[in-house]
């Protein structure tokens, strides 16, 4: 495996030698909180890739198995003192053992921190770190995980529920996500199955039992029937909008946007919504046909190569010495995409061709609520039916961006809705890209959890501006409920300033709208 574009031996080793084991990380973290298991918080998995990077430990399935348990929330990057970079330590850690070859990288790093072990007690003071230097579960010398553990910590539940396999995950993040054309077809052919009699087949038998019960607990019948849960309702056309959208009215900026595999299929009608309020701003919308996949989900699942391929896949399509031509901004309208892109400059600084241009690239991506808070005018963003609403910090927009208050002010700003601050409306909702479906039982109780607090808050309607996030949600409302509407930010604003209460759209004959996709209803 290549080692270009990961941090260096001396950059791991910082990154490490800033944790100085305060334990301050483990309140925020949702899988310690459930788990109560120390390689499953991130100080545990810090420990583990030290040891790893040292060479006193082979990175087996165990330790596999915790880097994954982690949701990647970055909750606990907000609550580090010392500023441990916490994200890239679990990346480069994934890297090691999802793509084949992950080992070559071990060699690479680990003479340079073999040292480390002794200079580490040698040169740091006493502190509180120190009565946490290995600690329960964590192997203090050589071996692997697997020669220490053997069983499951048990805590999540006695049957565990089957995920998705490894091989559908590698298939998705290596050939389809790269192509465009191939996530819609994709899309399309799960909106063909949402609507036709062959889901209904299987939901009346191999989902349900003979006299209609719900599937035992830990088959593969109760993994697929949550899957089925969690489909969402598909809209009739997909994104597929002209290149450049005019302002409307005189021209203030000139904004890309990314359009995003889920957003573009999935949140169609989201997409529109998002270019109508920017075109409202005095957006010129420029969206480039080049563009691909954020990388985000690459990034996150131990494919770093495929998301640097896409990275410059998008530097290259919006770059301002291309078609594109000069935009003062790229806005993205889902957290974990913004979030990734933001992070081009890091993924590709070992990469001397493109490392400028990268780093150029991710100073100019912007959360489209961010500067949509900057533009839009400070006056009343609308009315829509008086509603309760309370809001939903994505993840990666809240720890990994760390932007909060634009959202929550321009929901402040439209009249009828009346904003309620849910409880730990920063704590994730078990979504955290596709770790609903590889780790469905945290998942589960991770959710159940999230709508017990919204169900606090009384609101009649829960923002989020994520799409995970969203689809998440309300699959939640209709396992756990209270039975609450989950929408995003854009689709809301959108809809406040139409004045009446309808759906969020384009203006008729604006020129935004999708075009038809292929009809397999």
Not at 282 to 292: F, H, L, Y
């Amino acid at each position: 495996m290549s080692t270009a574009g990961h941090p260096d031996a001396s950059a791991i080793a910082g990154i490490l030698d800033k944790c100085v084991h305060c334990g301050f990380c483990l309140s925020a973290c949702p899988t310690y909180d459930l788990l109560r298991e120390e390689p499953d918080s991130p100080r545990g998995r810090i420990a583990l890739i030290a040891a790893v990077a040292e060479g006193r430990l082979e990175p087996g399935d165990r330790f596999a198995l915790h880097m994954y348990r982690c949701v990647g929330c970055l909750a606990c990057e907000t609550a580090c003192p010392a500023g441990v970079e916490y994200g890239r330590l679990v990346e480069w850690a994934r890297a090691l053992v999802g793509p084949p070859g992950g080992a070559a990288l071990v060699e690479a790093v680990a003479p340079a921190l073999a040292a480390r072990a002794g200079s580490r007690a040698e040169g740091r003071a006493e502190g509180p770190g120190d009565q946490a230097q290995a600690p329960a579960g964590i192997p203090a010398e050589g071996g692997t995980m697997d020669d220490r553990e053997t069983a499951l910590p048990g805590r999540v539940g006695a049957a565990p529920a089957p995920s998705l396999p490894g091989w559908a995950v590698q298939a998705a993040l290596r050939h389809v996500l790269p192509h465009p054309g191939r996530v819609r077809a994709a899309a399309a052919l799960a909106r063909w199955f949402s609507r036709s009699w062959l889901r209904r087949q299987i939901q009346q038998g191999l989902l349900a039992g003979p006299g209609g019960e719900p599937p035992a607990p830990g088959t593969i019948a109760a993994s697929l029937a949550r899957v089925d849960a969690m489909l969402p309702e598909f809209p009739g056309r997909f994104f597929d909008p002209p290149e450049v959208l005019p302002a409307l009215g005189p021209r203030r900026y000139r904004v890309g946007l990314l359009s995003g595999c889920v957003m573009g299929t999935l949140f169609a009608p989201s997409n529109e919504a998002t270019v109508t309020l920017l075109r409202r701003a005095g957006c010129e919308v420029v969206i480039p046909r080049a563009q691909t996949c954020c990388g985000a989900l690459n990034v996150h699942n131990g494919d770093p190569e495929g998301a640097r391929a896409m990275a410059r896949r998008n530097i290259q399509a919006f770059h301002p010495d291309g078609p594109c031509g000069p935009l003062d901004a790229v806005l993205v309208n889902a957290a974990g995409c913004g979030a990734a892109m933001k992070e081009y400059g890091h993924l590709l600084a070992g990469d001397p061709e493109w490392a400028e241009a990268a780093a150029a690239f991710a100073a100019r991506v912007r959360d489209v609520t961010e500067f949509l808070d900057e533009v839009l005018p400070e006056t009343t963003l609308g009315r829509i039916e008086p509603c309760r609403a309370t809001y939903q910090d994505p993840c990666h927009l809240a720890h990994g961006q760390g932007v909060r208050s634009a959202p929550r002010r321009l929901l402040a700003r439209i009249e009828g809705l009346e904003l309620v601050e849910m409880p730990g409306s920063d704590r994730c909702c078990g979504s955290a890209g596709i770790y609903n479906l590889v780790q469905p039982e945290i998942s589960e109780r991770m959710l159940a959890a999230k709508m017990q607090a919204v169900a606090s808050t009384g609101a009649d309607l829960v923002v989020a501006p994520n799409p995970g996030c969203i689809l998440q949600l309300r699959y939640g409302a209709q396992r756990y409920g209270p039975p609450v509407r989950v929408e995003h930010l854009v689709d809301v604003l959108a809809r406040a300033l139409e004045g009446s209460g309808a759906a969020a759209g384009p203006g008729a004959g604006d020129g935004s709208r999708s075009r038809e996709g292929p009809s397999h209803g």
